[in-house]
C-alpha cells in the first residue's frame, strides 16, 4: 500500500504580510514548505505540493532532496481548488491506498500525529485531527449571538488523512455540486464517508501572522 500526500501551499499568506509566499518563509533558515514535507516523507512515498502559479520552480528548489518522490504543480483560487488540483497528480494510486492531505502552513505538526491518523483509517475512510476548544465559542457574532456548547466543540487540524478512492470521489462530487468547504473532513462527510477523528497536538497550529513566525523561531532557538 502506498501512503500519499498532498501539502497545498499555493495561497499568497497575506495575513502574514510578506513579499514572498508564506510557504518560502524560513523558520530556523529553512522554509516552512520544506519542513512540512520532510516530516511527510517520514510516512509518504509521495508528496505533491501545489504552489502559486508563479514560484513552482522556487518551490521546486525549496523542497529538493527531501526523502520522497516530490512533485510541485500550481494551485488554483482556493484552497479546495489547489487541493483538487494536487489530487490530480495522484491519478494513478490504488483506491485503497492512503492519502494525508497537509497544509504547509502547520509545518510543524507532530509525526506521532500522523501515526495516530494512518492507524484510525483502517477503520474509517476519513480522519481529522481535533484539539479542544479552549475559548468559550458564541455564533452569529454582529447579530444573533449563540453560545455553543464548548464541551462539544474541537478546533480541526491537517494533516487530515483518507483512503484515496473516498477522497477522490468526494472531491470530483463535490466540484460536480459546487459545495465548498475549508476543510477536506467536511467534503468526505458530506458524501456519505465515515470521518473519525484522533488527538491533534497544539504544536500543529498555523501560522498565519508574523507573530506566529517569530513564536517558532523562538521555539527553534531553545
Ligand atoms: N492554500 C492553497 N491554495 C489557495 C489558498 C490557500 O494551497 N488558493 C493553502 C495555503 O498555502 C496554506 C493552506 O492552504 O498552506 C491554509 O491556508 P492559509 O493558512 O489561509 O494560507 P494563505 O491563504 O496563504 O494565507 P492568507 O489567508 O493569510 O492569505
Ligand atoms: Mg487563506
Same mark, same amino acid.
Request: glycine share 24%; aromatic share 4%; charged share 20%.
Given at each position: 500500500m502506498t501512503t500519499a500526500a498532498v501539502l497545498t501551499? #499555493?495561497?499568497?499568506?497575506s495575513r502574514l504580510g510578506r513579499d514572498i509566499p508564506k510557504g518560502l518563509v524560513t523558520v530556523g533558515g529553512t522554509p516552512l514548505v520544506r519542513w512540512a514535507a520532510s516530516s511527510l516523507a517520514s510516512v509518504c512515498e509521495r508528496i505533491v505540493v501545489t504552489a502559486p502559479a508563479d514560484a513552482v520552480g522556487a518551490f521546486a528548489d525549496a523542497v529538493a532532496g527531501v526523502s520522497a518522490r516530490v512533485d510541485v504543480v500550481a494551485g488554483g483560487a482556493s484552497r479546495q481548488a489547489s487541493v483538487a488540483l494536487g489530487l490530480s497528480a495522484l #491519478?494513478?494510486?490504488?483506491?485503497?491506498d492512503a492519502v494525508l492531505v497537509h497544509d504547509a502552513?502547520?509545518?510543524?505538526?507532530?509525526v506521532a500525529v500522523f501515526g495516530r491518523l494512518l492507524d484510525a483509517l483502517e477503520s474509517h475512510d476519513a480522519v481529522i485531527p481535533v484539539l479542544p476548544v479552549v475559548d468559550t465559542i458564541v455564533s452569529?457574532?454582529?447579530?444573533d449571538v449563540r453560545y455553543l456548547s464548548r464541551p462539544t466543540l474541537g478546533a480541526v487540524q491537517t494533516p487530515q488523512a483518507f483512503v484515496w478512492g473516498a477522497l477522490r470521489e468526494a472531491h470530483a462530487r463535490a466540484q460536480a455540486e459546487g459545495f465548498e468547504a475549508t476543510d477536506d473532513g467536511a467534503i468526505a462527510q458530506r458524501y456519505g464517508f465515515r470521518l473519525g477523528t484522533v488527538e491533534g497536538d497544539p504544536l500543529g497550529a498555523k501560522i498565519t501572522y508574523a507573530e506566529d513566525v517569530e513564536a517558532a523561531e523562538q521555539r527553534m532557538g531553545r
Open positions: 501551499a #499555493a495561497g499568497s499568506g #491519478a494513478d494510486l490504488d483506491a485503497r502552513a502547520r509545518p510543524f505538526m507532530p452569529g457574532v454582529g447579530g
